[in-house]
């Protein structure tokens, strides 16, 4: 049973505290914020749990064998590279770093150190992304040949990152888990229309070594929540929506269409119709819950997480090239292999 540290009692911080209370590999559960309301409310929810406004005293805590990182992108890496330093396997929410620099930093650290470092790419736990994995690897759509995905929403009241680093790392982690090439080009699109400082919407574009390719849309401009990721192979596609749970993945076959192969002389109706549609059952499974489970797993068995360091690397790789790309009209941006 291993003792866990939670920073950051925000909007998700109680919601990890809640899951690891919940796991029975987790024997300890502490939090630290150096805000008194947010502790206030964690002592109202978890009266079980200890509770700290020091990091300091956290962090020398020895029952503790790891640390959740739960604030805002501009503190992780001093508050993870602490926890490092202090012996400690590390999760780290999304997006995983401010920058590559930040980055790469951490996953040395974690590498000399021999711990364990995991980045919070949480959809990669949901079991319809984790079913779709499946599929493509069994070869049951055929070859990928291009992934769609759509995230809006109402953008948060105040926010330190832009709706790239707010939602377009969500989508960005699951096309890089699903895709089994890897990316060599952004190019991205975006507007500054109701934010005054932040980017508000943007359009992505990845090119992978293989020839596919992957378009993302993110927005805080619209009430109307959506999560769609569509993805399309040679022999059949799916598309995952996250707000038709359970049932939120749907699996079809290529299709038919009576014109492929038409000969001047046939008298047919053109037709072409959907293939074969199975919309698979899906195992109840909180995804917050897996993943911290994950996690704990990785450090007793020493296993190499689903998304670790060079996971949260490649993705905030992809986020900084659309920023650039951005920055030049979008101009398409290469890619440089990561380490």
Not at 25 to 53: K, S
Not at 176 to 191: F, I, K, M
Not at 292 to 315: D, K, M, N, V, W
Request: charged content about 20%.
């Amino acid at each position: 049973m291993l003792g866990v540290g939670v920073v950051g009692a925000g909007y998700w911080g109680p919601k990890v505290v809640r899951s690891l209370l919940a796991l029975p590999e987790c024997g300890l559960v502490r939090a630290c914020d150096a805000r008194p309301g947010r502790l206030q409310y964690l002592a109202e929810q978890f009266p079980q749990i200890e509770l700290t406004a020091d990091y300091n005293e956290l962090l020398s805590d020895g029952r503790l064998d790891a640390i959740f990182i739960v604030t805002p992108v501009g503190s992780h890496h001093a508050l993870a590279l602490r926890a490092l330093e202090s012996g400690r396997h590390v999760f780290v929410e999304k997006p995983f770093a401010a920058s590559t620099v930040e980055a790469r930093e951490l996953i040395e650290r974690a590498a000399a150190a021999r711990l364990v470092l995991a980045v919070g790419h949480l959809f990669v736990f949901h079991p319809g992304i984790v079913r779709l994995h499946a599929e493509l690897e069994a070869g049951a759509l055929g070859p990928l040949c291009y992934m769609e995905s759509g995230r809006v929403n109402l953008g948060p009241p105040a926010s330190e990152v832009d709706v790239l680093w707010d939602l377009a790392v969500h989508d960005v982690a699951i096309a890089l888990y699903l895709s089994r090439s890897a990316p060599v080009e952004v190019t991205a699109y975006a507007g500054r229309y109701v934010h005054p400082a932040l980017l508000d919407m943007a359009l992505l574009v990845i090119r992978y070594a293989d020839g596919s390719l992957s378009h993302h849309h993110v927005s805080w401009l619209s009430p109307n929540k959506v999560r769609r990721f569509f993805v399309a192979g040679t022999a059949g596609s799916a598309l995952f929506d996250g707000c038709l749970e359970p049932r939120a993945l749907s699996l079809f076959g290529r299709g038919y269409d009576s014109r492929i192969g038409l000969r001047d002389d046939q008298v047919i109706a053109l037709q072409y119709s959907a293939g074969e549609v199975r919309v698979p059952e899906l195992p109840a499974v909180e995804p917050l819950k897996d993943e911290c489970r994950h996690f704990l797993e990785c450090i007793a068995t020493g296993s190499r997480p689903r998304a670790g360091g060079p996971e949260g690397l490649q993705s905030i790789e992809i986020l900084e090239a659309a920023e650039q790309s951005i920055a030049q009209g979008a101009k398409p941006v290469a890619l440089r292999a990561s380490a």
